[in-house]
Each structure stands twice: as structure tokens, then as C-alpha cells.
């Protein structure tokens, strides 16, 4: 089993994890912004339905 051969440092973690965690936020705040625009009639693109995506695919065939 793979095993780090020294520890790592604190801010190394903390920096990692800010990372990590500032892109947890843009997504979230992209998805959110996605959600309302879609509730106030606003949003030009959303995301296709499986359903949908099947019918798509049956007709082209």
C-alpha cells in the first residue's frame, strides 16, 4: 500500500483544501445561478432529460 514518505505541512493541507474548496464554491454558485434562471423563465440552455436524450437518438435512427 502506497505510504507518503514524509508528512505533509500544515499550510500545504490548508492551501490544498482552499483549492479544493474555492471550486466546491464556482460550481455551486454556477448551479444556483442556472436554477433561478431557469425558474424565472430567463435561461436559454437546460440541461436535456434522459427521456429526452433517448427520443433525440430514436428519431435520428
Do not use: C
Not at 26 to 51: C, D, H, M
Amino acid at each position: 500500500m502506497a505510504v507518503p514518505k514524509k508528512k505533509t505541512s500544515k499550510s500545504k493541507r490548508d492551501k490544498r483544501r482552499a483549492t479544493w474548496r474555492h471550486k466546491a464554491t464556482v460550481e455551486a454558485q454556477k448551479a444556483l445561478s442556472l436554477g433561478k434562471s431557469i425558474l424565472t423563465g430567463r435561461s436559454t440552455f437546460v440541461y436535456p432529460n434522459a427521456e429526452q436524450e433517448e427520443e433525440e437518438e430514436e428519431e435520428e435512427s
